[in-house]
């Protein structure tokens, strides 16, 4: 498994996977995603993670995401996608737990120690 840390003034450190290039402090590494194939998200579910194409008022974004949320706090890959979220910056969507200002407030935090 890859595992991942943000520290003050660098970004992460982690073993090599086999899927996704990033770059990190100017080199790049490969992460795995076949993790991604034990994810509860996926089916019939997938509608909750991602807002729709439509407007959303934000007390049915409050409810998405809180249901979406409880998807992830009982998949059996939650720490993966959290990492691998992370590491590659996800911007959109609910990953691992984590909404998109979720992350920001995450990688805010670490760029101000």
């Known amino acids: 498994m890859i595992s991942f ?3 003050p003034g660098g ?5 090599l996977g086999s899927a996704v290039p990033i770059r990190i402090r100017g080199g790049s590494v490969r992460l795995s995603d076949e993790w991604q194939t034990e994810a509860l998200c996926r089916g019939n579910h997938a509608h909750l993670f991602f807002p729709p ?4 008022r934000k007390d049915e974004r409050e409810r998405r995401e809180m249901r979406a949320k409880a998807i992830c706090n009982v998949c059996p ?3 993966e996608c959290t990492q691998y979220a992370i590491a590659i910056r996800e911007p959109f969507g609910i ?6 200002s979720d992350r920001k407030h995450t ?3 670490a760029a101000s120690h």
């Open 95 to 100: 990953w691992g737990g984590m909404t998109e």
């Open 107 to 109: 990688f805010a935090a």
């Open 77 to 79: 890959v939650m720490g």
């Open 5 to 7: 840390q943000i520290f």
């Open 11 to 15: 970004l992460w450190e982690g073993s």
């Open 53 to 56: 194409s439509t407007f959303e």
